[in-house]
């Protein structure tokens, strides 16, 4: 953030949270896709045509809450109450001390921390409290359901208030990690300088509703983009190495 409109020179790393600070192996993306079908039911939908609307949402704008917000009149907060606020989290992830001593191990002489995700700040805060990480992130940039046109990722107007939010005006300066190769792509093409594509190859997740098995695109190293590809957040060591004091 600025200080007496002074830019603090440090460049931001970017975590996105879900599907991303801890495995999809947790099967967190199977709950909440189902907890999101659920919705679209609710709305009068039958199964199939939840389904297909669901995945329709989530693939035309990223996420599915976008779709239901400029097309069916639904409350927002409902939504999050319903779906992201009854996921047993508690149960399904649980701190870990190498992904605590990865945070503790970043440079913040060089570099800031920031999450950014998809999620409300109550789901956000939760994730990284039960993970033990809170006092590791210095700024959190999330989805605000409480206004009436909120942004998400890919778009690009996300990413531009993210920046705004940090008070970092170079995308250059930027390193970001996301599990979504589509919001790793879009943050690349607006010339944000260090991305990363978290893919845990040979694990399944849930987008949109539909079941994708992690493998058949993935794979380490760098892809056409010029985006490096990790399965194992230890490698950020090795990807970003100027950053790590140790």
Not at 12 to 19: A, G, L, Q, R
Not at 204 to 226: N, P, S
Request: glycine share 8%; hydrophobic share 35%.
């Amino acid at each position: 953030m600025s200080v007496n409109g002074i830019e603090d020179p440090r460049p931001v790393v970017w975590f996105d949270i879900d599907n991303t600070l801890y495995s999809a192996s947790t099967k967190i993306s199977q709950a909440m896709g189902q907890r999101i079908h659920a919705y679209f039911v609710s709305l009068g939908l039958d199964e199939d045509d939840a389904s297909e609307l669901h995945h329709k949402y989530y693939t035309q704008y990223g996420l599915a809450l976008r779709g239901l917000t400029r097309h069916h009149e639904i409350d927002p907060m409902d939504f999050d109450q319903k779906c992201d606020g009854t996921l047993p989290l508690e149960d399904l992830i649980q701190p870990s001390s190498s992904l605590r001593k990865l945070f503790q191990d970043i440079d913040r002489d060089k570099v800031r921390v920031w999450a950014l995700t998809n999620a409300y700040k109550n789901h956000a805060s939760r994730v990284l409290k039960i993970l033990g990480l809170t006092d590791q992130i210095d700024g959190l940039v999330y989805c605000d359901y409480e206004e009436p046109n909120f942004t998400c990722k890919p778009e690009p107007e996300y990413y531009h208030n993210a920046m705004k939010r940090a008070g970092i005006s170079d995308p250059s300066k930027c390193y970001f990690i996301d599990d979504s190769r589509l919001n790793v792509v879009s943050a690349k093409r607006l010339g944000w300088g260090r991305c990363v594509h978290f893919y845990e190859t040979g694990l399944e997740t849930v987008e949109g509703g539909k079941v994708k098995r992690l493998g058949l695109e993935g794979q380490q190293g760098t892809d056409e983009e010029g985006i490096e590809v990790i399965s194992n957040l230890e490698q950020l060591r090795v990807i970003w190495t100027d950053i790590f004091t140790t």
